[in-house]
């Protein structure tokens, strides 16, 4: 095999980079493990199929990994609303079709993302065991009735996760355009479910600054960066005619890495 | 009439000056003429009016110009929102308060979109709509929430289904952090309509709809005449597929 008959079988964009990584490769610096690996068992082509990812971050595997993340949360929030619309007693009578609309959404999104992972050739992990308690954080709750108003505090914090995790996710999904529709149709039904819950509880349905409003201390992670008022390269708390701190940044919701998501989610795995 | 003025309206976008504006009221109280060139024909209605919908001048998004394109799409819906709620405030006195407490912060927030990306987008892709709500009565609880949830709903489903077109992740971030603070607004207005119901949410996966799905519904409220150069020739439907 000629190297151009390899390069020809290279996304053009992978080489127009490729100049800059060379440089790095045969200096020894910031060699990953897998590539490092490639390059001592003298194989090019492995070489390239690590760099590409490498490279871009934007390759299928990342879209799949984009969807099992999305997975998980998805999971926890339909394990969460199920269990709570079974629970007898829990929910006020009142609002019993407000969760059971949510319930059947979150059911609803685990369905689509499992499908949009065995489209894509893989399977879908497989539900984890959660701990609604977050290992003591909340203590005592197992969804029993009078424990209605820890319920909701619980439904606030994973609705306002969820919307920022997946506003995170979306700049991976770039190159696939289905799954970052069908990404963005979840994203802000999330938005929807965040607002009705907040209002539920006599909350804005808008998150102000960085507040986590009277959620409890381990929640904060959910909230810090929502204080932001820098949009691109505009200061949205001093435009023309609505200098508002407040309402700035009321008015953009801000986007959590996958590491912050993980580690809000973390103390609800078993 | 040997007096008689006469004003050349050589581009549609002429309408959106305000001196051509303040010319032209001018000559239709002293019965001037109005010489319209055939470049600006196709915009005009054949009524004279310059108020109905679709009978200003024209506004066009031209793709070609790609992530501005989206963006210059998102400011027209983002003026008409903002247009809407500042007029929403200015007459909703006798509304409930938890009502005004919603809309007092939504029109901030809508003016604040509307204001990011005028400074965003920059003179050059600028520009100023005019607006329209026929006979809405401001001053009519019901009739201005139903419209405002129209608006949220469909600056939902707008986002979404232009998320698609955009080439930058700075940009497609930027319309994420919009969309579901849209999506808050719809479902908090909804709920106002028809508290304790799956209005907030009737679905599981939210709209996207393409940009002239998007632009014909927008249009009914918007005097400009929106249009598209280089339409996008693909659309990727949504879960919902109503795109």
Known sequence: MTPKTLFDSVDPEIMSRLDDRQAEITQGASINGKLAAALALGSIPIALAALSKDVFGQTPTDVLDVLQFALLLEYLEAEFYSRGVAAAGLIDAADRTIFTTISAHETAHVTALQGLITGKGATPNAKPAFDFTAHGNVAGFNFSAGQYETFKVLAHAFEDTGVRAYKGQAPRLINDKPVLTAALTIHSIEARHASEIRRLRGKKGWITGNSRDDLPAFTQGIYDGEDNVTQGAVNVSTLPGIANVAAATEAFDEPLTKAQVTAIVTPFLA | ??????????????????????????????????????????????????????????????????????????????????????????????FPAADRAVLADVQKHEVIHREFFKAALGAANGFTLTTTYGSLNFSDRTSVLN??????????????????????????????????????????????????????????????????????????????????ANPPATFVQGPNGNG
């Open chain 2, 1 to 94: 009439m040997p007096d008689k003025k006469t004003m050349l309206i050589s581009r549609a976008e002429q309408f959106s000056d305000p001196a051509t504006r303040r010319d032209f009221l001018k000559l239709m109280g002293i019965g001037g003429a109005i010489v319209l060139l055939p470049s600006v024909l196709t915009s005009c209605s054949d009524n004279n009016s310059i108020t109905g919908p679709g009978t200003g001048n024209t506004l066009t998004i031209d793709f070609a110009k790609g992530d501005i394109a989206v963006l210059q799409f998102a400011y027209a819906l983002e003026q008409l929102e903002a247009d809407f709620y500042t007029r929403v405030i200015a007459a909703f006195a006798g």
């Open chain 2, 147 to 228: 419209l405002a949830a129209t608006f949220e709903d469909l600056g939902v489903a707008a986002y979404n289904g232009a998320a698609q077109y955009i080439t930058s992740t700075d940009n497609l971030t930027i319309a994420g952090k919009i969309v579901s603070v849209e999506a808050r607004h719809a479902s908090a207005i909804h709920d106002l309509i028809e508290p304790k119901t799956n209005a907030f949410a009737p679905k599981s996966f939210d709209d996207a709809f393409r940009p002239s799905k998007v632009a014909t519904a927008a249009q009914t409220y918007i005097v400009d005449k929106l249009t598209f």
